[in-house]
Structures are given as C-alpha cells and as structure tokens.
T-cell receptor
Framework: LAKTTQPISMDSYEGQEVNITCSHNNIATNDYITWYQQFPSQGPRFIIQGYKTKVTNEVASLFIPADRKSSTLSLPRVSLSDTAVYYCLVGDSTGNTGKLIFGQGTTLQVKP | DTGVSQNPRHKITKRGQNVTFRCDPISEHNRLYWYRQTLGQGPEFLTYFQNEAQLEKSRLLSDRFSAERPKGSFSTLEIQRTEQGDSAMYLC??????????????FGPGTRLTVT
C-alpha cells in the first residue's frame, strides 16, 4: 500500500471547520483513499472513501486534487466529540484483500 | 445489524499462559480481519479470512499465534505461551465482499490483553 504522511496532531475549537491533509505521493492508478476515525479504547470507524474530486457524506467531505498526490478530510463545525485520531490510508481496489495499513494518524484535539 | 462483537473485552493473564479471543462479525460479511494495536500506534494487520479460508497472514504473527474461522462465521485468535510483548488491543473487523468495500471495514470494540 502507498505510504501516507499526515500531521501528528492538530488543535481546533468548537464550531470551526477542520481540514486534515494527507500526502500520498506514490499513489497508484487503482488506489482508493480512505479515512478512519478512532476514539480512545474503541476500534477505528470508517468515515469516507474516494478516488478523485470530491466526496461528501453526512460526516465529512473528502477533497482529492487532479494529481491525487494528496487528499484533505474536511470536518464541518467540529464539536468536542470529534476529538479523536484520524487515519488516512490508500490501497488498491483490484483483487485486493482489503488489508489496511495504518500510520500514526492525526490526533485532533477540539477545545471549547 | 448488531455490529462486530468481541469477547472478552479485557483479559489479564500471566506470562506463559494461553489465551483465546472470539470475534463475531456482521452476519452478511464474508471478510474478516484481525489487527493488533499498541499504545500510540495505529492498528497493525495480523490476518485475513474470506469465508473460512485464511488467505493472508502477517509476518508479525509468530508461530504462537493461530486464528480460525471454522464455518465462515465467528473467528477465534489464540496466543500460546503469552509474552509481555503480546500486551496490546486486539481488534477484529469485517467487511462485505466487493472491490471498493474491502476498505470499508467495521471494527469491533477490541480485546485488551495484559500479560503480567
């Protein structure tokens, strides 16, 4: 799986929009980009997945530029409960096992 | 959909003892994964099942580790002769079959193992 680089930590305040950028310079043509959220003492939770341009769901938006060498997870109007670790992963969708390779993730701290 | 369940949630054992964990995936999911997570790190892949077949096993998994999924439903992970380095959170995840959905995995709450 392509290696990803993301900030170790970020701080924000309630009500703000948070953008977490992930670099994946070696992304391959068949790779999809997936983001997970993890709260302490819980398993990771799937947030969003995309291939190109923009994907939006009820939780977040994912922006992927044309060259796909990076992606940005956007969380609108965060609350204290969004404090968590966010992981960016990329992986091949063709004939794959779905094995996820996590990095250290970005620890987001939302302050009141 | 009751989600992925894991039992026990916590396990304390003495070094050298054997332990077994159970995972019940979401019923219609044929893919099942085991991961291990230590403090401050992201989860590490251990092994993967498609139905009852174990199709991939990480090199991290020593001979002391074995996993089964006998009828393609629940799975067990056994660690023999536990060592203090085995202390970690053991996570199970499942996903439905499909190209893009393979990365949309549903994780259980994990089993926290402490080896004393």
């Amino acid at each position: 799986l392509a290696k990803t680089t993301q900030p170790i930590s970020m701080d924000s305040y309630e009500g703000q929009e948070v953008n977490i950028t992930c670099s994946h310079n070696n992304i391959a043509t068949n790779d999809y980009i997936t983001w997970y959220q993890q709260f302490p003492s819980q398993g990771p939770r799937f947030i969003i997945q995309g291939y190109k341009t923009k994907v939006t769901n009820e939780v977040a938006s994912l922006f992927i530029p044309a060259d796909r060498k990076s992606s940005t997870l956007s969380l609108p109007r965060v609350s204290l409960s969004d404090t968590a670790v966010y992981y960016c992963l990329v992986g091949d969708s063709t004939g794959n096992t779905g094995k996820l390779i996590f990095g250290q993730g970005t620890t987001l701290q939302v302050k009141p | 959909d009751t989600g992925v369940s894991q039992n026990p949630r916590h396990k304390i054992t003495k070094r050298g003892q054997n332990v077994t964990f159970r995972c019940d995936p979401i019923s219609e999911h044929n893919r099942l994964y085991w991961y291990r997570q230590t403090l401050g790190q992201g989860p590490e892949f251990l092994t993967y099942f498609q139905n009852e077949a174990q199709l991939e096993k990480s090199r991290l998994l020593s001979d002391r580790f074995s996993a089964e999924r006998p009828k393609g439903s629940f799975s067990t992970l056994e660690i023999q002769r536990t060592e203090q380095g085995d202390s970690a959170m053991y996570l199970c995840a499942s996903s439905p079959e499909g190209a893009t959905t393979a990365y949309e995995q549903y994780f259980g709450p994990g089993t926290r193992l402490t080896v004393t």
